[in-house]
């Protein structure tokens, strides 16, 4: 366990998602802006519903056969990108 996984970051409600396949593009009622998520950023997004980073990893390890270890940085670096874009709430990737 690190600092991340007790973060608990969630889809801001004022972002729709649309699902295409395995992507999603994401409207931002607040800005206008559209956002496409590849399928990797698209898994991660969907976990993002107030669970824990560590159980987002744990069941992105699970679903996809990976090591924890191996896609941990990849979830923390998509979670953090989707923070800076203000498509989350809740504890920031960073910890801080």
Same mark, same amino acid.
């Given at each position: ?27 931002d ?20 519903? %107030? ?6 990893? +744990?069941? #992105?390890? =699970?679903?996809?056969? /990976?090591?924890r270890?191996?896609? %941990? ?6 979670? +953090?990108? #989707?923070? =800076?874009?203000?498509? /989350? ?8």
């Open positions: 366990m690190n600092e991340h996984d007790h973060a608990r970051p969630t889809r801001h409600p004022s972002i729709e998602t649309a699902l295409f396949g395995s992507e999603a593009v994401l409207y009622e607040r800005s206008g802006t559209v956002h496409h998520l590849n399928p990797s950023a698209c898994a991660v997004w969907l976990l993002l519903d %107030g669970r824990s980073i560590g159980d987002v990893v +744990a069941g #992105l390890a =699970e679903r996809t056969g /990976l090591p270890t191996e896609i %941990g940085p990849d979830v923390l670096r998509a979670i +953090a990108d #989707l923070d =800076e874009a203000g498509l /989350l709430e809740g504890e920031p990737a960073s910890g801080s």
